[in-house]
């Protein structure tokens, strides 16, 4: 739904994107949501409040065309403003990228919007 995110190369030949996410659940999302923690066996109590999740994630690209991801922290939000769930991850791993998943999409999506204001970005 909507993101923050800052540039950065922590190597030769890579961007880092150091991204804020939220993701708004409408009730077919929020469902699925759910049942993909079901499925992981993570509770589940009061998510039939779900409303939206603040996350956050890093994705780096090599100019070889590797792309990783590492999830920092996830907050599940009810909709009235309670928190389900948090937690941070003191020392994330960089994971493969799967295709045709959300985290591909959002990965996707910033760096078109890197590559197409790359000037602007430079200013």
Same mark, same amino acid.
């Given at each position: #739904?909507?993101?923050?995110?800052? *540039?950065?190369?922590?190597?030769?030949?890579? &961007?880092?994107?150091?991204?804020? /996410? &939220?993701? $708004?659940? #409408?009730?077919?999302?929020?469902?699925?949501?759910?049942?993909?923690?079901?499925?992981?066996?993570? %509770?589940?109590?009061?998510?039939?409040?779900?409303?939206?999740?603040?996350?956050?994630?890093?994705?780096? $690209?090599?100019?070889?065309?590797?792309?990783?991801?590492?999830?920092?922290?996830?907050?599940?939000?009810?909709?009235?403003?309670?928190? /389900?769930?948090?937690?941070?991850?003191?020392? %994330?791993?960089?994971?493969?990228?799967? %295709?045709?998943?959300?985290?591909?999409?959002?990965? /996707?999506?910033? /760096?078109?919007?890197?590559?197409?204001? *790359?000037?602007?970005?430079?200013?």
């Amino acid at each position: #739904d909507s993101l923050r995110f800052n *540039i950065t190369s922590d190597e030769k030949d890579s &961007l880092c994107l150091d991204s804020w /996410l &939220l993701f $708004a659940f #409408d009730s077919k999302g929020a469902a699925a949501y759910t049942a993909n923690r079901q499925k992981y066996n993570l %509770p589940i109590n009061g998510y039939e409040k779900l409303d939206h999740s603040l996350q956050h994630w890093i994705f780096k $690209a090599s100019k070889s065309g590797n792309a990783m991801q590492k999830v920092i922290s996830v907050i599940d939000y009810s909709y009235d403003g309670k928190v /389900l769930t948090s937690f941070t991850d003191d020392n %994330p791993k960089w994971q493969d990228i799967i %295709p045709d998943s959300i985290a591909e999409g959002v990965f /996707l999506a910033q /760096l078109n919007y890197v590559m197409a204001n *790359i000037q602007k970005l430079k200013e």
